[in-house]
């Protein structure tokens, strides 16, 4: 099942009687259950017919338990495992046959990470389409996310607002979702939202540093892209994150370098590389240190990066450092 499909059954009070929510954007699984919550549970009977087990240490017959006990004061009742990825290889086997059989007067809904796909518990939820992946959104599909949430909430957002707010947060939702709860209290009443209201509300320190470490990389200067990178970790980010805000630093850099090279305005640079127009001269200024050659080789190191942070036994720190030492120490 897709998520706008579980989307209509939910709108349609057609909600499963089991669900496994998946993927690496944990932030649209939660709005689900929030969704799901609202569907399945009759006003006033959360606190008897709602139950949230975690799947680290979980002995399966309470998840059982609960799933077969009957409503009370409600028709339905709802079952929460979450991080199901932590339950173990008996976890699942004890849990096959509910799932193959489930009671119709509960939704059970496990949440997690990623799924085993060969392992008989997820082939039979295959099965009943009860499986729903959450995939993060696209660079492209942030602005259209950005823009409804401040429709929803009566707000109007002009483009190189969203431009901006997307330069400095990313495509995290969940530090998107943060920092428009916060733009959204500055702003107060619902009106027009521009420039200069992302300007006092969001933080610009780390999108400040990516741009620093491009330039330094650009620069051959190897000493202050180090430097810049250890601020950041010490700062909290996550050499994984770090990885990616640099990944898309450099797609925009590329993006403006080819336009740059077409003889293009900086207004037209501006919009094919999807940033506000007041920036455009820096990442112009920027892009023009870089041919082709580095570019395809720089995203060849961030691959290399990413698959060497994600396996195990990994120190990211020490990844993030030696990409830093290979973008700034070979370029053409």
């Not at 990470?113 to 993060?136: G, H, M, N, W």
């Not at 707010?165 to 209290?185: H, N, P, W, Y």
């Not at 094919?272 to 240190?289: D, M, S």
């Amino acid at each position: 099942m897709t998520p706008d499909a579980l989307q209509q059954a939910i709108k349609s009070q057609n909600v499963p009687p089991v669900l496994f929510l998946y993927g690496s954007e944990p932030f649209l699984q939660q709005e689900v259950i929030k969704q799901l919550e609202g569907s399945v549970l009759s006003p006033g009977s959360e606190d008897f017919n709602r139950h949230v087990f975690h799947a680290k240490g979980l002995a399966v017959d309470q998840v059982l338990e609960a799933a077969l006990t009957y409503p009370a004061f409600a028709e339905r009742r709802l079952i929460i495992v979450r991080d199901a990825h932590s339950l173990t290889t008996a976890d699942f086997d004890g849990l096959l046959e509910y799932i193959q059989k489930p009671a119709p007067e509960t939704c059970l809904v496990f949440s997690a990470e990623k799924i085993d796909s060969r392992r008989k518990f997820f082939q039979s939820l295959k099965k009943t389409d009860a499986l729903v992946e959450f995939k993060p959104l696209g660079e492209r599909q942030i602005p259209g996310f950005i823009r409804r949430h401040l429709d929803g909430l009566g707000f109007t957002v002009t483009e190189d607002a969203i431009g901006l707010f997307v330069s400095r947060i990313g495509s995290s939702l969940q530090e998107v979702m943060t920092e428009l709860e916060k733009l959204a209290l500055y702003v107060g009443s619902p009106r027009l939202i521009d420039v200069p209201d992302v300007l006092a509300v969001v933080s610009n320190v780390r999108a400040e540093n990516i741009f620093a470490i491009g330039s330094a990389v650009g620069c051959q200067d190897v000493g202050k892209a180090l430097a810049l990178g250890r601020h950041l970790v010490a700062d909290g980010e996550a050499p994984l994150k770090i990885l990616s805000l640099l990944s898309r630093h450099y797609r925009q850099l590329w993006k403006a370098r080819e336009l740059q090279v077409e003889g293009r305005s900086p207004a037209e640079i501006a919009k094919g590389a999807g940033v506000p127009p007041f920036v455009v001269e820096g990442l112009i200024a920027q892009c023009r240190r870089y041919s082709r050659i580095d570019f395809r080789r720089a995203f060849g190191l961030f691959v290399e990066a990413d698959l060497a942070m994600k396996s195990s036994g990994s120190q990211p720190n020490v990844v993030l450092e030696k990409l830093l030492l290979q973008l700034a120490g070979g370029r053409t």
